[in-house]
């Protein structure tokens, strides 16, 4: 406690806040404090040990409880109050603040170190609001969405907060999709600001440590949230916001997309090519020819165009029975030329004018109005059209231009005025969608591909991608970047158009190096522009055999990824990783990073690479080439060559990875048989991995038991491996037993034991293969000399 006083009293010396408020009086009252000062008052509560939120109401304002972005307000906290001459101290377990009455001043500590304070706190200005907050020289800064920067430190930046598609970009993007109000400290914390109303992060543009959150209104709110790692920090971050819901598991294969199919015919013909070249597909997305012959007029028609889909219902059916998922895109806009304008203003579902009268304005797709998603009668309408939809048989949608692309300042929903609700538009819209799926479908997952969301709009299973990047290799170059980012804020399904989208620009390797790339993150998705085939089975007969491969290895990974998703679902966990998450390091680098927890990944974004470089982290075990098993020690920095055929990628020793030989599509996947590589390493004495298995398609299928997780465990001594199988079985998972054949790369072995039992081996240059079959409720037990 002497310590922490004693901190206290040098950053109060440091820091001065607000030298017109003053403390005037406080309560304290279940876990919460509120302080009248002379301008208003704040009112601050543990949420967790971890996690404590701030308000502050300004004299003659009425405090609003209504987040868009917190849900879990009721998690368990020990706090105590601590009432001084000259301070109140406020504590937990890991987060203390500490409120000086003279000069006043609000400053928080984790774990009785500093890490920020209010400097001027809540400022009202002509034209905005702010809170201003002391940080320190030192630490990095990282959060604030989805931006596309040549570093991953945003500290010097002063960041937009309004939804905004950034066009054709490469890399470099200030404004993009996707603007959470939030930052993240190489300090091991996280603020955020609890507002969704338009404004500015200023990371500390001004170089005078200082952080600035700026708005036009709203809730003076914010939450710091601390943790011990990235992955802590993370899992705080969604306990708080909302987890994301596990998707269908045919979302993590292959699909058909681009902008666009215009007939049946073409849906069908293109599903035929996938077929005759024997490519794995799950699903085929279509852009917006199937409401309308042309791009421009026809946005809001949100029903077929019979000319050019005159059996839908059939397409879709024969599509199904394939276990091919059709998606369809929709927008939010109804263009006053569309069919549907007449009835969308006459139910009164549209946003309007200060006069009551539908808001209408000229862009690119003509002239328009815009769904009130946060209208009870206007969601009520909107679901509708997709409910009516997936009555006909689609399996999944494609939220487009939900930024809003275009929102005039003037115009105003139930929710409030446009930019006062511009940031969360997105967000209510896959809300409606998903609320729609429980009420009407509760035992379908769905699918809801959105460009536009906030924070926590992963609770509704919103899966984002990184919008209209330029097909060219420094839209792939700003990749990584944008979807760890998004990851640690926990949007963890963030991806982007593989091969590129915007432009004409033709380069197989380009196209075959995003693939890659793209077997490596949340969604595999190739889409573009119509002018280049975005689709592996339309592509040259050499580009199409390698990327063929590309989409086979995803398929391989299915295991292993689905069980990503599984972790993500219960922790938070960000599927794509920031290089040294797992180190706890404040170094993130932007080219590469980690895919889970055992495979690291440095993606090829240069024409012509033939060599390059690749930072292994400070681990204590050694790490090995996924596609040669090539030896490389912790801590070192290394040359690799480069393959035409793949990007490099490694694996940490003493990792249990799951595969799967090809299948046609995610209805053949099963574990009946499985392939479990270890890779074993003298330095990794012990170690465990997991398995993740359900039907692949019911909702909370975990909660409600119907599950399996297989677990395994290694311990080494004295050249003895021991490898340990377990199963946890849900109470309402029909189980089998399996083959598994164990895959064991870099060692020679002696002798093999299956539960006591000596047993045959194979082996092939540095692995040896072993056949399990594992009866159901038993333990495989295997012991190898080496």
């Not at 943790?227 to 899992?235: A, F, N, V």
Request: overall charge neutral.
């Amino acid at each position: 406690m002497k310590k922490i006083l004693c901190l206290l009293l040098v950053t109060a010396l440091s820091f001065a806040q607000n030298a017109n408020r003053s403390y005037l009086s406080h309560t304290w009252k279940k876990n919460s404090l509120e302080i009248k000062t002379n301008d208003g008052s704040y009112q601050i509560k543990y949420l967790s040990d971890k996690i404590v939120e701030t308000s502050f109401i300004p004299n003659g304002e009425i405090f609003n409880p209504i987040s868009e972005a917190v849900i879990n307000t009721n998690q368990k906290s020990k706090v105590k109050l601590t009432d001084g001459v000259n301070a109140l101290m406020l504590y937990s377990k890991d987060l203390t603040i500490l409120i000086d009455k003279a000069p006043f001043k609000i400053s928080y500590l984790k774990n009785g170190g500093f890490i920020l304070s209010e400097k001027n706190g809540y400022v009202k200005k002509e034209e905005a609001e702010t809170l201003e907050f002391n940080i320190t020289t030192e630490e990095k800064l990282y959060g604030g969405g989805a931006r596309a920067f040549e570093t991953m430190n945003r500290r010097g930046k002063r960041l937009q907060l309004y939804n905004r598609a950034s066009y054709g970009y490469e890399t470099h993007a200030d404004l993009m999709n996707f603007c959470i109000p939030m930052v993240l400290s190489s300090k091991m914390y996280a603020v955020h600001f609890d507002n969704a109303a338009i404004g500015y992060l200023d990371l500390d543009s001004k170089k005078d440590n200082t952080l600035v959150y700026e708005t036009i209104s709203g809730r003076k709110t914010y939450q710091v949230i601390v943790g011990d790692t990235w992955d802590e920090i993370t899992s705080n971050y969604t306990s708080l916001t909302g987890k994301q819901p596990l998707p269908p598991r045919w979302a993590f294969g292959n699909f058909s997309s681009r902008f666009g199919y215009h007939t049946q015919e073409e849906v069908e013909r293109t599903i035929q090519k996938f077929e005759e070249n024997k490519i794995p597909v799950d699903a085929i997305i279509l852009d917006l020819y199937w409401f309308g012959k042309e791009i421009k007029g026809t946005m809001g028609n949100l029903d077929w165009d019979k000319d050019n889909f005159p059996n839908p219902e059939k397409m879709i059916a024969d599509l199904n029975k394939k276990n091919i998922k059709t998606i369809l895109i929709t927008e939010p806009f109804i263009l006053t030329t569309s069919s549907k304008w007449k009835e969308a203003a006459a139910n009164k579902i549209l946003a309007t004018n200060a006069d009551g009268t539908p808001a209408t304005w000229d862009f690119y797709f003509g002239n328009t109005g815009i769904v009130d998603v946060f209208n009870p009668q206007g969601k009520e309408w909107f679901w509708n059209v997709y409910k009516r939809l997936i009555n006909q048989g689609v399996g999944g949608f494609w939220g487009d231009l939900g930024e809003p692309e275009v929102f005039p300042s003037s115009a105003i929903t139930a929710g409030g005025k446009a930019d006062v609700i511009h940031n969360v538009y997105g967000h209510n819209w896959a809300k409606l969608i998903s609320e729609g799926y429980q009420k009407d479908f509760p035992n379908q997952r769905p699918f809801i591909l959105m460009r536009a969301g906030y924070s926590g709009s992963q609770r509704f299973g919103m899966i984002p991608w990184s919008g209209d990047v330029s097909r060219s290799w420094g839209g792939l170059q700003s990749q990584v970047g944008i979807a760890v980012q998004m990851g640690m804020q926990g949007m963890a399904y963030m991806h982007s158009d593989l091969g590129g989208f915007a432009g004409d620009y033709f380069d197989n390797e380009l196209y075959l190096r995003w693939l890659q790339y793209g077997v490596f993150t949340p969604i595999f998705r190739p889409h573009a522009q119509e002018q280049v085939a975005s689709e592996v089975a339309y592509k040259d007969i050499v580009t199409k055999e390698k990327a063929k491969k590309q989409v086979e290895l995803r398929y391989q990974l299915l295991p292993y990824n689905y069980t990503l998703a599984f972790e993500n679902n219960q922790k938070g966990a960000p599927l794509m990783r920031p290089f040294y998450m797992e180190s706890n390091s404040s170094d993130i680098k932007s080219d590469q990073y980690y895919w889970g927890a055992n495979l690291l990944i440095k993606p090829i974004t240069k024409a012509n690479t033939t060599e390059t470089e690749v930072q292994f982290p400070n681990t204590v075990f050694n790490w090995f080439d996924f596609y040669s098993d090539k030896e490389y020690a912790s801590n070192t920095t290394s040359k690799i060559t480069v393959s035409e055929d793949h990007i490099p990628v490694f694996v940490a020793g003493g990792s249990f990875i799951p595969r799967i030989k090809t299948i046609t599509n995610t209805s053949d996947y099963s574990l009946d048989n499985f392939d479990l590589h270890y890779y074993f390493d003298e330095k990794a004495t012990t170690s465990t991995g997991s398995l993740y298995n359900d039907d692949g398609v019911t909702p909370n299928a975990f909660e409600k038991g119907n599950y399996e997780i297989l677990k395994f465990g290694s311990n080494l001594s004295n050249n003895v491996l021991k490898i340990n199988c377990t199963a946890e079985i849900g109470k309402n998972f029909n189980s089998k037993g399996k083959n598994v054949t164990l895959i064991l790369h870099n060692i020679n072995l002696k002798k093999v034991f299956i539960n006591g039992k000596e047993t045959n081996f194979t082996t092939n240059k540095n692995q040896a293969e072993i056949s399990i079959s594992w009866e159901k409720g038993t333990k495989p037990e295997i012991k190898i000399e080496y």
